[in-house]
């Protein structure tokens, strides 16, 4: 079965580090969202990309996060400087366009712990 | 900002127990979504439902969309331990984003 992949699936950082996550979602698929979320909590949406297009970046902390999907396929959400309050698990999911837009395939995540 | 309103948040039944979670808004949604989510993992979509009144049946769990479009239910019958986990609503509003609401943990004791 078709996997969204997310490495690392763990990372521990301290504070003012710069870290990187990335994902490769299902094939074919050309909707790619990274989610937030904080411990106990519902995810939030931080970018969506349609292919390598940004459609929303509207709840992206700009001033330190940037998210890329330089071919339209696998992305990159790095922070820098990293804040403790940044500690989340941070969600890929993917999505076919159309029809299928409305089925949003999760990857595993990756949680960041910042000390 | 479209906001949903889970209840209860934390909710610890004994196995075969009956129970019903409630998604609530102010806002109309184009379709709301369920999901299952357990510790370490990404959530898992378990139904979608688009229509005023619909209702869904998967197993033991039954999904209902309220008639404005704006709540829902989601209701498992005879709790198993295997049910345990986050369930989260979702739902498809304005600009056709997917908002998520906080979230209901369930715990299932044997």
């Known amino acids: 079965e078709a996997e969204v992949a997310q490495s690392p699936r763990y990372k521990i950082t301290e504070k003012s580090q710069a870290v990187a996550f990335w994902c490769d979602p299902i094939?074919?698929?050309?909707?790619l969202y990274w989610y937030r979320q904080i411990l106990g909590q519902g995810p939030e949406l931080l970018v969506q990309?349609?292919?390598?297009?940004?459609?929303?970046d509207s709840q992206l902390p700009k001033d330190r996060f940037s998210a890329e999907r330089l071919k339209g396929v696998d992305s990159t959400l790095k922070i820098q400087p990293a804040e403790l309050g940044d500690s989340a698990m941070y969600l890929c999911?993917?999505?076919?366009?159309?029809?299928?837009?409305?089925?949003?395939?999760f990857g595993a995540g990756s949680r960041l712990t910042v000390l | 900002t479209q906001l949903l309103e889970q209840s209860p948040q934390f909710l610890s039944i004994q196995e075969g127990e009956n129970l019903t979670v409630y998604c609530n808004s102010s806002?109309?949604?184009?379709?709301l979504q369920w999901y299952r989510q357990e510790p370490g993992e990404g959530p898992v979509l378990l139904v979608t439902?688009?229509?005023?009144?619909e209702v869904k049946k998967l197993k033991r769990l039954t999904f209902q969309f309220g008639d404005a479009r704006k709540d829902s239910s989601l209701h498992i019958t005879a709790a198993q331990p295997g049910d345990t986990g986050l369930y989260l609503c979702?739902?498809?509003?304005?600009?056709?984003?997917?908002?998520f609401g906080g979230g209901t943990r369930l715990m299932v004791k044997p």
């Open positions: 999911a993917s999505s076919l366009q159309g029809a299928g837009a409305n089925v949003l395939t």
């Open positions: 979702a739902g498809r509003g304005a600009g056709n984003m997917l908002t």
């Open positions: 806002s109309v949604f184009s379709s």
């Open positions: 439902v688009v229509t005023g009144g």
């Open positions: 094939s074919g698929h050309a909707t």
């Open positions: 990309f349609q292919d390598e297009s940004v459609v929303d």
